[in-house]
């Protein structure tokens, strides 16, 4: 691959044409797939590695309105010009747990973190380079009389990412915030509410 005098812009542009990431994780359950964070790892190195591409993730705490966040970074860097780079961030909300179930949540946090930042640098819900956007089954075998908080965030958490957002700014309006909230404080209504919409609930 032709590499040189390119910036990072070009060179992350060349790449999401060329890494394609297929849904191989899978919900028996809610009959969905989804993509993994260690697909993406394995389909992006090789390519980042032959364009002189390196990542760099980040966390940093960050006070905001009295309250504590995480904000996430992901720095993508041209290796032929250490100065050229580009930085993609997010930010959540640390939910407080303490022990063993916080170190669970915190791994589960990070590598959501992780596939997010990967998926708005790589584009990956841009429709190429993920073809399996379409599930296969038909609407009314998904459709349940009730689904567990957890089972509705980690649907949430598999749409697009561009419906993500819209939901998250229709609850950021709703409860006048003005920061984003990770999915796993969002309202039980809300959540019971994005579930009927979408299909997943009678």
Same mark, same amino acid.
């Given at each position: ?11 992350? =542009?060349? =790449? ?8 191989? !994780? ?13 697909? #993406? ?24 309105? !009295?309250? #504590? ?28 747990? /303490? ?24 584009? #990956? ?7 399996? =956007? ?10 349940? /009389?009730?689904l567990t908080r957890q089972e509705i965030q980690a649907k949430i958490k598999e749409l697009p990412q561009a419906k993500q957002e819209t939901y998250m700014k229709e609850l950021m309006? /709703? ?11 969002? /309202? ?15």
């Amino acid at each position: 691959m032709e590499r040189l005098n390119k910036t990072v812009g070009a060179k992350l =542009a060349e =790449a999401r044409t060329l890494v394609g990431i297929k849904k191989t !994780g899978t919900n028996a359950f809610a009959k969905y797939s989804y993509y993994q964070i260690d697909e #993406i790892y394995s389909e992006a190195k090789g390519v980042f590695k032959d364009l002189g591409i390196m990542t760099v993730e980040r966390v940093e705490p960050m006070a905001l309105e !009295g309250k #504590i966040y995480l904000k996430f970074f992901l720095d993508v860097i041209n290796t032929d010009d250490m100065s050229d780079k580009i930085t993609f961030e997010t930010i959540t909300e640390p939910n407080g747990m /303490k022990g063993a179930q916080a170190a669970q949540e915190a791994g589960s946090t990070i590598t959501y973190m992780s596939k997010y930042l990967y998926g708005l640098a790589l584009m #990956i819900d841009d429709g190429k380079s993920d073809p399996d =956007a379409t599930n296969t089954h038909k609407d009314s075998d998904v459709v349940k /009389k009730s689904l567990t908080r957890q089972e509705i965030q980690a649907k949430i958490k598999e749409l697009p990412q561009a419906k993500q957002e819209t939901y998250m700014k229709e609850l950021m309006e /709703k409860d006048r915030r003005t920061t984003p909230l990770s999915i796993t404080y969002w /309202k039980q209504d809300f959540l019971n509410d994005v579930a009927k919409r979408e299909g997943w609930l009678s």
